[in-house]
């Protein structure tokens, strides 16, 4: 999973055509660590979605626009718009990130 490391590239990433897939995420978050070992997994099951990583404390404009509350967080962008969002302060399991996913694609 690549690492979103400019604004440029945050713009540029999300405007590919097909799903994108922004994960929000902070390396202090307790959630973000317990689901990090299986982020392979779900991209794998997820083949058809392209997936990011983006620091919510680097992004932090970012995360306001997207309403960011709670990490870890998930945005599908499908052609450059949002298509639908995973947000919420809850522990999220490998199950349910794939649902939301495949739901989108």
Known sequence: MKTIETIEEFEACKNQ??????IFSAQ????????APQLP????ACADAKFYY??????IDQAVEYDIFGIPSFIAFKDGSVV????SK???T???II????GVV
Do not use: M, P, Q, S
Not at 28 to 35: A, H, N, T
Not at 41 to 44: G, K, Q, R, S, V
Not at 99 to 102: C, L, R
């Open 41 to 44: 997994e779900i991209e794998a």
């Open 99 to 102: 649902a939301f996913v495949n």
């Open 54 to 59: 983006v620091n919510r404390d680097e992004f």
């Open 94 to 96: 490998a199950e349910e």
């Open 84 to 87: 639908d969002t995973f947000i």
């Open 90 to 92: 809850n522990r999220k």
């Open 17 to 22: 055509t097909g799903v994108v897939i922004y």
């Open 28 to 35: 202090w978050c307790g959630d973000c660590i317990v689901l």
